[in-house]
């Protein structure tokens, strides 16, 4: 089988940007645009009603914009689903996460599908100066915004390692309803070297921006949601995806100003320096993480 990058390079150049890569949102003149897509058979966990699965959507998408510090603006989106009663609930859970995101739905689509559904979700944002995941640089600190552990312990429970009965109820809405970390979007457009947001995987998102830049990430600490304790270890949470938090690389000299600036969940976890890949408490480790084909 052939790896997902380069399949993914050669649809890029196909479609005539190969530039694209090593950004999680890219654009001109001040903005920042990103799409992103899932099939809910691939996507919507057992225990996420439609509400929750376009939320979950919307903060995927979104998260992309503020990991390149910009501010989430306009959504467009585009859904395909068996009934009404669907697009009915998917609608309002993009509605409440455009909010919660600090925009606006300006415009969308509806299709009929024959079986599984599927949505797409665009995000526009501006951005006074935007990131990239390619300028680490040794030094730097690696700051962690927003917890881990969700999509690990969902990946647990789908294996039924844990019980849904033994999680509490506001553990389930942290995993169905991802919090996206508007409030750290300006602190990165100020001070960043680099950002991106973990969709795949804590290690595959650490793993990106290490190669991208050329630089080893050495980490130190894994920054777990307490509330999680007895459900997963903070190793576990290592590799959890989908938590939609995010690795900013900052200069030292900015980290105080950094941190002042990026709301509550941030913490300063591991160091940039000279050399390849990832290392968590001075042991090498591979990017273990989601990936489609
Ligand atoms: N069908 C496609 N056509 C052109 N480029 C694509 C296509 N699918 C993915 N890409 C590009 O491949 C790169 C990697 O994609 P992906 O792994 O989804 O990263 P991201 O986390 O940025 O969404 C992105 O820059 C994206 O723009
Ligand atoms: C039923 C089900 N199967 C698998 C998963 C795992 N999963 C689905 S999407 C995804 C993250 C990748 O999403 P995407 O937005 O495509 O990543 P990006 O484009 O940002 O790299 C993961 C880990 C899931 N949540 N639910
Ligand atoms: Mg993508």
Redesign the pocket.
Known sequence: MQGEESILRRLAELAGNADIFNV?AAGPQGLLINI???AA??????FMSWSDWGYKSTV??AS?IIASGGKPIAIAYSVGATSVDVLEEVAKGVGEASRDVGAKVYKADSNRSAADAWIDVAVVGTTSRPVTRSGAMPGDIVVQVGYLGY?AL?YKI?KSEVSLRDVEEDVIRKIVRPRPHVDAAEAISRYAHASS?N???WLVTLNNIASSSGVLISLEEVVMDPQLEGLLTAEESITS??DYNLAVAVPASSLDEFLKLCGSQCFAVGKVREGRGVEFKGKPLEPR??S?W
């Not at 058979?41 to 057992?46: I, N």
């Open positions: 999680d992103d897509g899932y058979s691939m996507s919507r966990l057992p995927a998408s992309d999509g969902a789908m947001d969709s795949d995987g995806w989908e993480g989601w489609w």
